[in-house]
Each structure stands twice: as structure tokens, then as C-alpha cells.
């Protein structure tokens, strides 16, 4: 394996894995706050339980995504000092606000997991507000600095040389505002549905517990609106990829040839070789409709671009498909649970509803996944588009083939011991009072 | 004093207090290990109560220390991803590990024995993650990261593996260890609620204690050779003597407040004790980040980034700082608990 795939490999995986602990860290404390302001509120102890027994959950993942996220932080330089020593003055800046946000996490976190008995319920429900807040702005802070490298601003190359650095300037890159957007609805759709589908399936086999019934309503209240909206900003991100990355726009859409009124592909496999995607169903003028709101637009092609400037098409398009396809369901399903909320129709009695939400349990951070796949895989063979190409950022180490296996395996581990350790927790906890059958009327709640 | 002087100090605060209290969790992982007696289980309770609350944030002092090193000083980050590649891979994995396994531990549900390998997990962890971590700063003191990154020259092993794979840098590593095992101790006398328990921890505070002033005899006599540039700092520098003074004096005070049960005074003076080391180190090598050859004015970020920094930490500050004593007033009493 030649040094630069297996870095790239490594960093590849060591996102991947992180991605799903930052995606829960983000949604899960607003569902814990909800359920614990609602025992407040109504002063049922089957919100506090839950309250109580997400934040367990939460707590096993918390602690994966903060060393998983340090190793993030460390491998910026093992294996792109390259990439640190020309970007590290320009977008060091959201990294370290990012840093503050950790710490204001990791301390009310605490606070929250240790804290109940401890202190007051007003501040412990201020605590778990708090970990919500920072834990999106952390997530928003890193992703724009992943905007920049998609659309690098605050700075001048003279000569080789990096001049005129601008960190503020950077900061308000084109790319970010779309990015932490898009990024921020795709935490609360992905571990709404996930959550919900995991009570969902218990719901099918019982439709009257109320634990699993009260469960589900708060994370469709965190999940549907933002799957709903999901497809909006994602066409927001799309079309300012289409000015920004014409190159990853036309991967992601497998467009090879330069065209006005351009047709959307759906689906399909590009062949790089014969320039051409076969089998994809073709909707007229879709293409330039989406990408510029404009049925005669001109899409630019991958023919803009160098052959030896081309991502990976393949797995680009794939991957948009992916996730533009479970968006899409996604949202249909977040549809359809608030038109029969609206109609105060009982949800969790519509076994096809409940199986429709089963069924999107890993939907979400599949999306997740495959999102930046577009995003990384789209931006190749650029670490910073336009300026820096990954080859160039790449450490000189040699045999990074074997950091790659071994962080891969550990990760591997880790994956199935925190599936194991969750489903222990979720699915046989013998400590779980039993609200199991208990039937309660919404009306007996307030 | 430049800007760069400045952050660079603060960078080094931020490392002072992560050996202050990521240190002590540390710490509290190799007695976990060496838990022992009669009392070898609540030991170890107690230890993992703990470290509970607080280590996650404890923990993020590295992230801070990171995160402004390359920001403002990127020319060094890379030097030492480059360099220093295998440790700190090894580091991370320990990291890893130890933070996975103490949640799988504390958080999995049941306590039967599967559950238990998780603590040894964490335990081992605990101590093969400083003594690592410890090297690292040992090869940045030896001075054998320099020439722009070639490291020593040669072949990959003079280039990734001799710099740091030193006698001196391992004896780094070890006084790390004892470092952070000794205030560990010290700190659980005060976290004890049995007074037998609190006894246990402090023999063991008395022991580390003993034993640091050994790491620390080691480190200095291999230092002639290995670390030539920073041993000459600490001896004849001008603040030298009287760092050295009030090094000693603290580490006395420290263990003579330990022996007389005074817990509190002996809590100040061994951290006390431990950011004098470590200023000592950082002193010492002044006006190097990495020598011999990287300064601090040379690897700085330009002064925009500076400036904005500096503002961001001030910022930061304020939210951090009583965040902060709210969580260590929650759960660290003042007093020695009744
Ligand atoms: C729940 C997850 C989820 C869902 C349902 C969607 N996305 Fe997405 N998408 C992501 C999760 C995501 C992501 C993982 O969060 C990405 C990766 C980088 C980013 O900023 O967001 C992303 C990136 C991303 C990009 C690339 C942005 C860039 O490279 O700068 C585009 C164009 C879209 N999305 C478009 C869409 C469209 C048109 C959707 C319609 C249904 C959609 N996404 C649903
Ligand atoms: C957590 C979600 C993310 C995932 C799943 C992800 C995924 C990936 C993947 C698959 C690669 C390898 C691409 C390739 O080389 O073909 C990669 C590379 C990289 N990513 Fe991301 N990424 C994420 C977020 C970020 C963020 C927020 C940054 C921010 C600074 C970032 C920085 C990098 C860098 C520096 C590389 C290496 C250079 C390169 O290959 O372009 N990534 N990422
Ligand atoms: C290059 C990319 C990234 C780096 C260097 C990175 C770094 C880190 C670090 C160091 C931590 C640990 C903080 C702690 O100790 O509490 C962490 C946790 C976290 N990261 Fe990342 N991260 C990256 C990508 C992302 C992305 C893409 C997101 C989300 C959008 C994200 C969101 C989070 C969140 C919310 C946490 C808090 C801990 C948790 O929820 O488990 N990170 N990250």
C-alpha cells in the first residue's frame, strides 16, 4: 500500500469513526434536556428514567468521540504536517475556539452524568443546556475549517511564500455558512431517527408502553423537523459547490461533458475511461435547474479539469446518491409522522409508520457518512482546493501502512465492544424499572 | 517579551495544568493498578469516583495545547508529527484506550468480571500512556529534533526511532510517571472518606514522593549526556539557584505535610512542586521550542494570528474559568471529606 493511500486511509477512518460519536454528541444532550425539563414540567418519573437512562448511553459514547476526536487532532500532524504548516496560521482560529467549546462540554457533561442529587434541578438542566450549546458549536467550529478547505480565503500565495494571512477573513469562507448548515440538521436528523427507530421497534412489538411511546415522540421532535428541512440546505450546499468545486459538483452528479440545459443522472455507474455514465435514468434540464435555479444553465464537466485533476467519480456520484436518496426517505417519513401528528392521530398504533421509522434507524448516519465521502473524496486530489494537493501535505514517514492497520483495528474493536456494551444497556438492562405494558393517556401526563 | 513569548508561555501553562490534573487521572490509574491490602477494592473505587467528572475536562488542557501549538507555532507541530510519529501514535492508542475503557468500565452496566477487564485495561493504560508521553517531552529536551526536521540523519531508524528511543528520554518518561502517580496520591488522601483509606494513600503519597526524588536523580545524571543544553540552563542560569530553592523547598514541604497529615498544605506544595519542574524544563530551554534549532520567534504564526489568538483565549477565559471552579467545587470538596 503506497504511503499516501494509507494515510489518507488512516484519516479516512479515523473521521468515519469520530463523525458517528460527534453526530450523537450533538443531538443527544438536546434530547436528554427535553425529557428532563418534561419530568420537571409534569413531574412523571417515566421522564426522568429516560432522561436518566439516554444519558448512560450518551455517556459511553461521549467518552469514544473525545479520544477518537484527539486522535484527529494529533494525526493533523502525523500525517499532514504539510497540510499544518501551510493552513495551521490561517484556520487555527476556529480550531481553537472549537477547543473552548470542548472544554465547556466536557466540564457541564460532567456535571450533568454526575451531578443529579448533587445540585440543584434548575442548574442541572442549565448544565444539560449547556453541553447541547457547545456541543453544536464545536461541530459548527470544526466544520468550518473544513469549509476553507473547500473554499480557501484569507490569504495570498506570492512566490511560493503564504502572505497577507487573514484568520477572520478565512473564518468567513464562502463554503462555511452551507457546511455548519447542512452539517448541524444532519446531527439532530440522524440521532432523532436513530432513536426513534430504536423505540419504534419496540413499539411494534408493543404499542402501549409508555416509555417507548414518550421516547419516540421527543426524538421525531429533534428528528423530523430537521430531515425535513435537510433537503433544503443540502440543495443550498449543492449549488454553491456548483460555483465553488465545479470539478466535485460534475463528480457528484457524473456529468463528464460540459453542457447547457444539463439533465440530473440518478443513479447510474461513470465510467472514467469511456468518459460516459451508463444506465442512469436522466430527468431534462434537472442539473441546471438544481444546481443554478436555471432550466438553461451551463453545467460545467469534468472536461473542465485535467484528467489527472479528476476525483474518484465512482464513489463520489455513489456516495451522493446515497445520501440524497435516504435524505429523501428521510424526509418522506417526517412528513408523513407530522401530518398524522396534526391530525392527533395516534403514531405509534400506525404499524406501517412504525416500521417506516424501524426501518430509518441507520439511515441517518449512513447519510452522514456517505455526505462526506462527497465532501473529501469530491475534493480530491486537493487538500485545500486549488492550492495545496494532498501529495504535497503528506508526511515523509514511511510504512504508514501499518498506523493505518492498527488504528483500524482498534477502532473495529472499539466499534462492536460500545455496539455490545449499548445493546447490554438498551435491550436487557435488568435495572430498567418496568413501565412495560403500563398504559398512560397522554392526558394523565400533564 | 514578544507576542510569540507570550502564547508560548501559555501554552506551556496549559501543559502545566494538564500534568496537574490529566496527570493526576493518570496518577490515579497506575495505583489502581497497584492497588493492594485489605482495602484493594474500595481503593479502587474510590479512585474511579474520582476521576468520574472531571477527566474528560482534565483531559481537554491537551487538546488546548495542541490546538495553539499549531495554530501559532505550525512549523513545530509538523516538526513533531514528523519526528516524533511513533510515540505519538502510541500515545494515542494509550489514550484510546484508556478513556474508552474506563467508561466501558464505570458505565457498562454489570459488575461482573468482564467488567473488570476493562479497569486492568485502564489501568495499564494509565501507565504506559505517560511514560510515553513523557519520552516525547524528553526527546524535545534532548535537543534531537532539530535540522529543519531530518532529525539525526540516516536511515529511518536514526531518523524516527533514535531521537526519542534514548536513556534520557526514557528516564523523562519514567519521572513522568512517578510524577503524576505521586500527586495522585496526594490528591486522594484529601478525596478519601474512611480514614483508613486515606491512610493507605498516604504511604503511598509518602512513597512516590521518595521515589520522584529518585526519577528525578536519574533524569539528571543521564541529562550530561543527553540533554547537555538543558542541564547547563538549570545550572547556570541566572533564576537556576533559586528555582532550585523553592523546588525543594515545596518538595519538602510536601512531604513533610503528608507525614503530619496535613493534607491541604500538602496538596499546594506537591503541585506546586511538579509546575516548578516542569517551568524549570521550559525555562531552561528558552528561547527554543524545539532546539536546537527551532525558536519560538522563528516558528511563530505571523502576528494577526497572534493577536487573535491571545484575543480568543481571553474570550475563552471567561466562560472556562468559572466554568471550571464550578465543576471542581461541585465535585472536589475544599475540605477533607467528613
Ligand atoms: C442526515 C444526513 C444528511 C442528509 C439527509 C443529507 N445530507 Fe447532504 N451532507 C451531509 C449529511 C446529509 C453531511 C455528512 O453532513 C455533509 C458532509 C459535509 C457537510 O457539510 O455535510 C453533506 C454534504 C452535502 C453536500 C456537499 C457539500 C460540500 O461538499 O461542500 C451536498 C451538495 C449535499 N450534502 C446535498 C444534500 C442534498 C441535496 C440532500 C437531499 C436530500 C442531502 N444532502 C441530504
Ligand atoms: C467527521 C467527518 C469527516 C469525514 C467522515 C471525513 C472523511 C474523510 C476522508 C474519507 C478522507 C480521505 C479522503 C481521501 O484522501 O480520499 C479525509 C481526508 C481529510 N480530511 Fe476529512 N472528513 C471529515 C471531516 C473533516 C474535517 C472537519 C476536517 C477539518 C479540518 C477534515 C480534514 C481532512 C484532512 C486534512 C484530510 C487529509 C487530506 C485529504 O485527503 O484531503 N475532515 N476525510
Ligand atoms: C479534523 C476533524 C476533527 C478534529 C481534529 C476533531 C477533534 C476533536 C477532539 C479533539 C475532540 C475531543 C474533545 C474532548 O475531549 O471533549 C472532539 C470531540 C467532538 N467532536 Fe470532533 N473533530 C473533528 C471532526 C469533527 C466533526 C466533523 C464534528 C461534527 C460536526 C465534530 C464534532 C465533535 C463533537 C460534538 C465532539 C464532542 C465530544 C462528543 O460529542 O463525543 N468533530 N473532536
Known amino acids: ?446 | 517579551m514578544t507576542l510569540a513569548d507570550v502564547i508560548a508561555g501559555i501554552v506551556f501553562a496549559a501543559l502545566n495544568a494538564y500534568a496537574l490534573l490529566g496527570g493526576a487521572d493518570y496518577g490515579g490509574g497506575v495505583w489502581d493498578l497497584l492497588a493492594g491490602g485489605p482495602r484493594k477494592e474500595r481503593q479502587r473505587e474510590r479512585i474511579a469516583e474520582a476521576i468520574g467528572p472531571v477527566w474528560e475536562a482534565n483531559h481537554v488542557w491537551l487538546i488546548l495545547a495542541l490546538v495553539l501549538l499549531f495554530t501559532c507555532f505550525p512549523p513545530a507541530f509538523a516538526r513533531l508529527g514528523i519526528l516524533l510519529h511513533i510515540p505519538l501514535s502510541l500515545v494515542l492508542i494509550g489514550i484510546v484506550l484508556r478513556g474508552s475503557a474506563f467508561t466501558f468500565w464505570r458505565y457498562g452496566g454489570q459488575a461482573d468480571d468482564e467488567q473488570r477487564h476493562w479497569g486492568v485495561v485502564f489501568a495499564v493504560a494509565s501507565l504506559v500512556t505517560p511514560l510515553l508521553l513523557g519520552t516525547a517531552a524528553g526527546a524535545i529536551a534532548s535537543g534531537a529534533l532539530g535540522e529543519e526536521g531530518k532529525g539525526s540523519g540516516g536511515g529511518f531508524s536514526a531518523r524516527y526511532v533514535a531521537p526519542w528511543l534514548t536513556p534520557f528520554a526514557l528516564s523523562v518518561g519514567v519521572f513522568a510517571v512517578v510524577a503524576f502517580a505521586f500527586l495522585a496520591a496526594v490528591y486522594l488522601t484529601l478525596e478519601a472518606e474512611e480514614p483508613e483509606l486515606r491512610e493507605d494513600f498516604r504511604r503511598r503519597g509518602l512513597g512516590a514522593g521518595a521515589a520522584l526524588f529518585g526519577a528525578a536523580l536519574l533524569v539528571l545524571l543521564l541529562s550530561r549526556g543527553g540533554a547537555p543544553r538543558v542541564r547547563e540552563g538549570l545550572i547556570f542560569a541566572p533564576w537556576a539557584a533559586p528555582l532550585h530553592v523553592c523546588t525543594a523547598a515545596a518538595a519538602l514541604t510536601a512531604l513533610a505535610a503528608l507525614w503530619r497529615r496535613r493534607y491541604r498544605v500538602a496538596r499546594m506544595a506537591a503541585a506546586l512542586q511538579v509546575s516548578l519542574i516542569l517551568w524549570g524544563w521550559g525555562l531552561s530551554q528558552y528561547p527554543y521550542l524545539l532546539p536546537p534549532d527551532l525558536t519560538i520567534a522563528a516558528a511563530a504564526a505571523p502576528a494577526v494570528t497572534l493577536r487573535l489568538v491571545l484575543g480568543t483565549l481571553a474570550l475563552g477565559g471567561v466562560v472556562l474559568l468559572p466554568s471550571l471552579y464550578y465543576l471542581f467545587r461541585v465535585f472536589k470538596s475544599i475540605e477533607p471529606r467528613a
Open chain 1, 1 to 446: 500500500m503506497p504511503d499516501l493511500l494509507a494515510a489518507r486511509s488512516q484519516m479516512g477512518v479515523s473521521l468515519a469513526f469520530h463523525i458517528v460519536f460527534a453526530v450523537v454528541g450533538i443531538a443527544m444532550p438536546v434530547m436528554m434536556v427535553v425529557a428532563e425539563r418534561r419530568w420537571q414540567v409534569t413531574g412523571h418519573a417515566i421522564y426522568l428514567d429516560l432522561a436518566k437512562r439516554w444519558a448512560k448511553g450518551t455517556a459511553i459514547l461521549f467518552a469514544v468521540g473525545a479520544v477518537s476526536g484527539t486522535v484527529l487532532s494529533f494525526e493533523l500532524g502525523l500525517l499532514w504536517p504539510g497540510f499544518m504548516r501551510f493552513a495551521g496560521a490561517i484556520i487555527g482560529m476556529p480550531f481553537s475556539l472549537e477547543g473552548f467549546a470542548f472544554f465547556t462540554e466536557a466540564i457541564f457533561l460532567g456535571i450533568y452524568l454526575y451531578g443529579w442529587g448533587r445540585i440543584p434541578p434548575q442548574a442541572h438542566l442549565v448544565a444539560g443546556a449547556l453541553v447541547a450549546v457547545s456541543g453544536a458549536l464545536s461541530g459548527v467550529f470544526v466544520v468550518i475549517a473544513n469549509a476553507w478547505m473547500n473554499a480557501p480565503t484569507g490569504f495570498h500565495v506570492v512566490n511560493g511564500r503564504v502572505v497577507d494571512i487573514d484568520p477572520l477573513a478565512a473564518l468567513a469562507n464562502p463554503a462555511a455558512l452551507s457546511q455548519t448548515i447542512h452539517m448541524t440538521l444532519a446531527a439532530y436528523a440522524a440521532t432523532g431517527f436513530a432513536v426513534a427507530g430504536i423505540h419504534a421497534f419496540f413499539l411494534l412489538k408493543n404499542p402501549a408502553n409508555a416509555f417507548h411511546r414518550r421516547a419516540l415522540a421527543i426524538a421525531l421532535i429533534v428528528g423530523a423537523p430537521t430531515a425535513l428541512l435537510q433537503p433544503l440546505s443540502g440543495d443550498f450546499s449543492a449549488r454553491h459547490v456548483a460555483r465553488h468545486q465545479p470539478a466535485k459538483l460534475a463528480a457528484m452528479e457524473a456529468l463528464f461533458a460540459t453542457r447547457a440545459a444539463a439533465p440530473l443522472t440518478l443513479g447510474g455507474w461513470p465510467d472514467m475511461e469511456a468518459r460516459e455514465t451508463r444506465f442512469g435514468v436522466r430527468i431534462p434540464y434537472g442539473l441546471s435547474l438544481l444546481a443554478f435555479h436555471d432550466p438553461g444553465a451551463v453545467v460545467e464537466g469534468l472536461d473542465m479539469v485535467s484528467r489527472d485533476e479528476w476525483p474518484n467519480v465512482a464513489a463520489v456520484h455513489l456516495s451522493f446518491q446515497v445520501m440524497v436518496g435516504l435524505g429523501a426517505y428521510l424526509a418522506l417519513v417526517a412528513l408523513w409522522a407530522g401530518w398524522l401528528a396534526w391530525r392527533r392521530s395516534d403514531l405509534a398504533h400506525n404499524r406501517w409508520l412504525m416500521r417506516a421509522v424501524a426501518l430509518a434507524t441507520p439511515m441517518g448516519f449512513i447519510a452522514v457518512e456517505a455526505g462526506w465521502m462527497v465532501t473529501e473524496l469530491g475534493r480530491q486530489p486537493w487538500v485545500i482546493q486549488g492550492v495545496l494537493k494532498t501529495a504535497d501535505a503528506v508526511t515523509p514517514m514511511p510504512g504508514l501502512v501499518v498506523p493505518f492497520l492498527v488504528f483500524t483495528l482498534l477502532y473495529c474493536f472499539l466499534g462492536v465492544t460500545v455496539a455490545w456494551l449499548l445493546y447490554r444497556q438498551i435491550v436487557r438492562s435488568p435495572a430498567a424499572p418496568e413501565w412495560r405494558g403500563f398504559y398512560m393517556p397522554d392526558e394523565q401526563a400533564r
